[in-house]
């Protein structure tokens, strides 16, 4: 079955750096792969998405790179700001037909003045 | 995108009473599900809500404890019944509107506590 894998937090980085979140996959056939963001309180909002291999979703400075090679779905961001505090979560899903979503188990990110 | 709206955003329950939670989207949508997010936890996937007949219920989860209701393709229910403490979460609506790559989006969730 459909398993999502996402690298364990909490992180903490300080503002300005660089962050990477790991996310690898395993599936059957062509799943879309998502990155939620659950801010402090609130429900969880989608972060971005990439629908096959090769596909870059970007939003908010974030960049994730669909790679089928390596299975992985990796959030990139280049500098990181204290806003940005929140619990990432990576999904698989949405095979045609198939919308139910597979979640990793979130990693919660702090970020310091 | 679909605007989604959870009602109650919060609530605090006695134990061994019921709650219904009300998911309505501002738009048609093909495909309705219900998760839920324990404290400190991902998101399981509790049912898919059919329209016009019985909810598809995941492993671990069934009718009787978690009664479902989608009249029409706007609207469903999740009835949390006979709760107990460990029925404490965030209680999420999602919401599809089908094809491939679809984005699926979410409500921001119903926070129930059960003491």
């Known amino acids: 079955g459909n398993s999502v894998t996402q690298m364990e937090g909490p992180v903490t980085l300080s503002e300005e750096a660089f962050l990477t979140i790991n996310c690898t996959y395993t599936?059957?056939?062509?799943?879309?792969l998502f990155w939620y963001v659950q801010y402090p309180g609130e429900g969880l909002q989608l972060l971005l998405k990439?629908?096959?291999?090769?596909d870059k979703g970007s939003n908010k400075g974030f960049e994730a790179t669909y790679r089928k090679e390596t299975t992985s779905f990796h959030l990139e961001k280049g500098s990181v700001q204290v806003s940005d505090s929140a619990v990432y979560f990576c999904?698989?899903?949405?095979?045609?037909?198939?919308?139910?979503?597979?979640f990793g188990t979130g990693t919660r990110l702090t970020i310091i003045p | 995108s679909a605007v989604i709206s959870q009602k109650p955003s919060r609530d605090i329950c006695q134990r061994g009473t019921s709650l219904t939670i009300q998911c309505q989207v501002d738009?048609?949508?093909?495909?309705m599900f219900w998760y839920r997010q324990q404290p400190g936890q991902s998101l399981t996937l509790i049912a898919t809500?059919?329209?016009?007949?019985?909810?598809?219920?995941e492993s671990g989860f069934v009718i009787d404890k978690f009664p479902i209701s989608r009249p029409n393709l706007t609207f469903s229910t999740l009835t949390v019944s006979n709760m107990s403490p460990e029925d404490s979460s965030i209680y999420l609506c999602?919401?599809?509107?089908?094809?491939?790559?679809?984005?699926?989006?979410f409500g921001e969730g119903s926070w129930l506590t059960v003491v």
């Open positions: 999904a698989l899903g949405g095979n045609f037909g198939n919308e139910k979503l597979t």
């Open positions: 990439a629908t096959k291999a090769d």
């Open positions: 599936a059957t056939g062509y799943p879309s």
């Open positions: 738009s048609q949508v093909t495909m």
């Open positions: 809500a059919n329209q016009g007949s019985e909810a598809t219920y």
């Open positions: 999602s919401v599809s509107q089908g094809g491939t790559g679809n984005t699926i989006y």
